[in-house]
């Protein structure tokens, strides 16, 4: 299954994509914002994609430009979340390398992401969450209709970050056709 916009295309990882997530994922300043820790090694790499982005809910954002994967955005069902959702959610994750911040690109990705589990996947309700010393990651969620729940929580099974809260961001699919 792969989604698209002008500039980048979502599409399901390959092995061959190692290396470029290694430029970007080792860089120290991505991976720890969103709770896991900069890649060591391209064979790392490998292995997260044969493990954790092997998963039909994860995809490769794929800057059209170049070819290369620059971010992963996905998400999660209600048993593998971070949070105590009901079976109709799901929670949704994004990351893109430093040298593509401030583009848009998390915002169109996001987009196409909600579009699909509100209207391929059937969910409820998206929730997704963010340190709050990482602050993008919120606008970007509300820039896609995301609110505050006012919720602070901790979320045990991050690598980095377990003992810090995280705020939680909710999308309910009936305000997010009004949205758009």
Aim: with cysteine.
């Amino acid at each position: 299954m792969t989604l698209h916009t002008n500039r980048i295309l979502l599409r399901p990882w390959c092995e061959s994509d190692a290396e470029t997530l290694y430029k970007y994922a080792s860089d120290p300043e991505v991976g720890p914002r969103a709770g896991w820790p900069p890649h060591k090694s391209m064979e790392e790499s490998l292995n997260i994609i044969r493990t954790v982005f092997s998963a039909e809910t994860m995809w490769a954002v794929e800057w059209k430009e170049t070819g290369e994967a620059i971010g992963c955005v996905g998400y999660l069902p209600a048993s593998a979340s971070n949070l105590k959702i009901a079976d109709d959610q799901c929670e949704v994750g994004y990351w893109i390398a430093r040298p593509y911040w401030g583009k848009g690109i998390c915002t169109e990705a996001l987009q196409l992401v909600i579009d699909y589990c509100f209207h391929e996947k059937g969910f409820s309700v998206l929730w997704g969450d963010y340190f709050p010393e990482n602050p993008a990651s919120g606008r970007v969620m509300e820039k896609c209709g995301f609110v505050d729940t006012g919720m602070e929580v901790l979320c045990p099974s991050l690598e980095i970050g377990a003992d810090r809260p995280v705020k939680v961001m909710k999308l309910e699919k009936k305000n997010y056709n009004i949205f758009r």
